[in-house]
């Protein structure tokens, strides 16, 4: 479902508070959650977040009607503000001023109340975060494929799917498609709406697996911790999953090619391994090169990285870009189009304004005062503006920071009793 379809939904259907049938039935599924935290504990494995977490959010019931509160404004259970006007929150200034925040913003991938939504999910479930950044090249975690690291700042999430995008980005609409149908979902639910499902080291599908296999048309491959289903965008509608010998496989149409590397539209048209394979370089927010033909390329044109660097992020040389290594393509976000600059922040990489977050005219990510809990509700910054996010609001509670093994995770809204 997209978002003209769902337009209305933008408040508070999804986010009502949960009656208290459903808040036992959290209850209980968080008894098993805190048994699997105390395993995790003890053998330093991170793999049984994601699968306990999703269990948590399956026992989940829909929201009821009525009335919330989001940030200081009241929804009705329709979607809606009590007023005809747009959804606002309600924000502080960096200075420490009170001020009222622009409605949702039509550049944005989502309204603040999905990415509020869909951050949560992702800090119940770390593997959707790394494999939405590798899907779609929207870095809302840092991960890095090579450490096995995952790193979730709440803040920083919100910032990259609730701030203005550049006008006529190269695949926003495909991408934010997919972000808006990933807002109701489970772990499991929403690994499956993705094409590349990111997988611990330890995965069950590869316990004496060779390095790339055929499932159907899924990719599994284990050499990479990463699972391709080559039936989804960004590929072709014809691709499926070939195996080429030798324990390798690919996404292609066929095995038979000739053709040189070319683009039709935002496809990118190869042949390796005698395979024929089409990549639509749009649902990275990338283009096909008019000037390398069969390479994807944004604005500084055809840009690769190291398999082996996946998840890495950085700025472009003239800090204008933030990329993030797809495992061979670079995606890529201008900041400098909505007036901002590359910052990078450690592991990930962000658009902002240097001088004004030096200055305290706008907040950021990194600050220490974002990200804290005060109740339940959590202090947050999206777009340089403070924000005050109701975790209650969205059935949870705001949790403390939480470090496990290559698992980090910021203060958040989660289940409560987590």
């Known amino acids: 479902m997209g978002p003209d379809a769902r337009s209305a939904r933008s408040g508070a259907a999804l986010i009502t508070r949960a009656p208290a049938s459903a808040l036992a039935r959290l209850a209980s ?65 960096a200075s420490g001023g009170g001020g009222a925040a622009p409605a949702n913003d039509p550049d944005a991938y989502l309204p603040v109340l999905d990415a509020a939504e869909l951050c949560a999910i992702v800090g119940e479930c770390p593997l959707l975060g790394a494999s939405v950044a590798a899907s779609l090249g929207v870095p809302i975690v840092a991960f890095d494929a090579a450490d096995r690291r995952i790193d979730l700042s709440y803040s920083a999430c919100l910032d990259w799917l609730a701030s203005p995008l550049a006008a006529g980005r190269v695949g926003f609409e495909e991408q934010r498609e997919v972000l808006y149908d990933l807002v109701p979902s489970s772990c499991a639910t929403g690994l499956s709406l993705l094409a590349f499902e990111v997988m611990t080291q330890d995965d069950e599908r590869c316990a ?24 989804a965008p960004p590929y072709s509608a014809a691709t499926t999953c070939l195996e080429t010998g030798d324990e390798t496989a690919r996404c292609g149409i066929a095995h038979t090619c000739g053709e040189p590397p070319s683009c039709d539209g935002s496809f990118s048209v190869t ?54 290594c797809l495992g ?4 890529e976000t201008d900041c400098d189009a909505v007036g901002l600059a590359c910052v990078g922040d450690g592991a990930a990489a962000r658009c902002g304004d240097p001088a004004a977050e030096l200055a305290g005219q706008r907040c950021s990510p990194d600050d220490p005062d974002v990200d804290v809990c005060r109740g339940d509700v959590l202090q947050a910054c999206i777009g340089g503006g403070r924000v005050d996010v109701d975790c ?20 958040r809204c989660g289940l409560a009793g987590l």
Do not use: I
């Open 208 to 231: 004496g697996a060779p390095a790339q296999r055929c499932e159907g048309d899924v990719l599994v491959d284990c050499a990479a911790s990463v699972s391709r289903r080559c039936s």
């Open 328 to 331: 061979g393509l670079v995606g």
């Open 29 to 93: 599924a968080s008894a098993l959650a805190r048994l699997a935290l105390a395993y995790a504990l003890a053998s330093r494995r991170v793999v049984v977040f994601a699968a306990v977490f999703a269990l948590a959010l399956a026992l989940a019931l829909p929201a009821t009607s009525g009335c919330v509160t989001f940030a200081g404004e009241q929804l009705d259970a329709t979607g809606g503000a009590d007023s005809s006007t747009s959804t606002t929150t309600t924000t502080t200034s």
């Open 271 to 324: 042949c390796e391994s005698d395979v024929l394979s089409a990549f639509d370089c749009a649902t990275v927010g990338l283009g096909c090169s008019a000037s390398e033909p069969g390479a994807c390329g944004g604005q500084s044109g055809a840009a690769s990285c190291e398999v082996t660097a996946f998840g890495q992020q950085g700025c472009s040389p003239d800090g204008e870009r933030a990329s993030l």
């Open 392 to 411: 209650a609001s969205l059935g949870r509670a705001c949790k403390g920071p939480l470090s496990l093994g290559g698992l980090t995770l910021s203060a």
